[in-house]
Structure formats: C-alpha cells, structure tokens
C-alpha cells in the first residue's frame, strides 16, 4: 500500500506548491482537490498552460495521484437540471485528469449526499443519479467514486453495499472514508471485509465521539480511531492501493490552522499505523 495526501485541507497553498510540499514530507501520492473553496481550484481555472505546468510538476515529483476529489456536487441531486450540471462539472474534471497525465486509471471522487432520516425515500432516486455517473464513467474510459458520510444518506457499511451492488457497474465503486463508518457504529474490521471488494478510493482521517451523541473530527492521531486495526484490516482484506490521509474542513478552516504542521503530523501518524500493522509501503 502507498500514503497520499489531499490538498482539501490545503487552501492557503496553490497546487504548484503543494505537490513538491507533500512529497518532500514523504508522501507517494496527492489527492487533488476540486471545488470553490479554495481560490482557482475549479476546472475553469486551469487554462492549458497551467494544466500542462501541474502534469511536468507531478512527472517531477514522481507523485501517484490516487483520485481528483470534487466537492460541491452530489450524487443525489432530485432536480433534473442541477443533476446535468453537475455531471457536466465531472465531465470537465476527468478532463482535467487527464491533461494532468493521471493514468491510473482515473478515479473522480463525489459526495452521495441526501440525508440519513430520508433513506427510504430517496434511495431508489439515489441509485437512478448514480448509474448516471456509471454512465458517464463507461464512456469516458474512468471510475466515479461516491462517497458515504456521516449524515448522509448512505452513512453505513448495509447502505453503501445497497446501492453500489444496486449499480453494478465496474465504474461506480465507492469513496470509503472508514472515520464515517466508525460514527455509525460498525466495527472496523466488518466494515473493512465488507466494503474492500466495492471500493476505488481511500480516505482516513479521526474523530472523537462525546457522551451526547456529538463528536469532533480530529487530525488522525488526535482522535479515538484506531488506525493500526485499521491498517491490518485493510491488508488482510487485500487492498493494495493508496490510503489518502483527509483533513476535514470543520478543522482546516478555524482561525491559527497550520497547514505544513498539520500534513507532517498526519504522514507520521499513518506511517506509525503502517509500521504498528506490519504493512510494508510498497
């Protein structure tokens, strides 16, 4: 398995400069970040100099690049018109993709969206809009994968495995981020086995759980995941690919933020998981 990072928690940084910043920290890999909370991080805002400018970077630093992550759209989107933008937004990102020379073969992530109290009724709806992203990854040659979250809709492992299965499509896998999975009550390890075989993209960060029923995220190390398990589980269910280290945004954006400090602490906690689970970085 490989450590990559993502340039989400990053908005202080264009993307010229976080490449060389988070391979120097000892990363192999850079998930990128697409959306308008950073400035000039849309598809827009890559002109052909600039796109041809990030792929000589990437070549350079010889950083893999695990998925591009768009954030904004969802998946779920009941309004027929937003549902077509959004896709058009995805389609312009897999371009990005593939002028910056990821060949990976090329993973879009996406949120599902939705909420978790109306699962019910909007699962079926959910399912229709996400063969839509199946489709447009059949004819486009790439894999879209939708991400669960804590809230959302398909917040735990029976509901991911619903709707992925429900698709079928080798080019809609699921973007499993196990911190959300751990809010909803599965057990690392069952989640990890069950979910493995339907995944295309990683991420890990931390969270902290209150007696209330609240929690925090937290910079992974800060919080009560246990990575290690984590790791091992990962490995005995056969991944062999990136674990992309996520800072979540309720962390990134308050006031004092250290984004440098933060990316290093986060590679030294994932790496000391590795080493604790005996999974050897290939």
């Not at 264009?14 to 920290?25: G, V």
């Not at 850079?30 to 827009?44: R, T």
């Amino acid at each position: 398995m490989k450590i990559a990072y993502g340039t989400y928690p990053m908005p202080d940084i264009p993307l010229e400069q976080a490449i060389p910043l988070i391979r120097s920290i000892g990363y192999d890999g850079v998930e990128i970040y697409i959306g308008d909370k950073h400035e000039n991080a849309l598809p827009a805002d890559y002109n052909s100099t600039r796109r041809s400018n990030i792929r000589k970077i990437l070549e350079a630093q010889q950083l893999g690049v695990p998925a591009l992550m768009l954030v904004g759209p969802k998946a779920w989107e009941p309004d027929a018109d937003l549902h077509a933008r959004n896709l058009e937004t995805t389609r312009e990102t897999v371009q990005l993709a593939w002028d910056f020379g990821y060949r990976e073969p090329i993973v879009i992530s996406i949120g599902i969206g939705g909420k978790t109290e109306a699962w019910n009724r909007d699962k079926n709806g959910i399912v229709a809009r996400l063969r839509d992203y199946a489709e447009l990854g059949e004819k486009e040659g790439i894999v879209i994968a939708g991400e669960a979250h804590c809230g959302a809709a398909v917040d735990r492992s029976v509901r991911a495995l619903e709707v992925i299965q429900k698709v079928d499509s080798p080019h809609m896998r699921l973007h499993f981020d196990i911190v959300h999975f751990y809010l909803a009550g599965d057990s690392i390890e069952a989640c990890v086995r069950d979910l493995v075989p339907i995944t295309g993209h990683t991420h890990i960060t931390d969270a902290k759980r209150h007696a209330d029923g609240s929690f925090d995220f937290r910079v992974l190390g800060d919080g009560e995941l246990d990575s290690t398990a984590y790791m091992r589980a990962m490995a005995q269910a056969g991944w062999d690919d990136y674990i992309t280290l996520e800072v979540s945004a309720r962390i990134w954006s308050q006031k004092g933020f250290d984004t440098v400090d933060t990316a290093r602490r986060s590679y030294t906690a994932l790496s000391n998981a590795f080493k604790e689970a005996g999974v050897p970085r290939d």
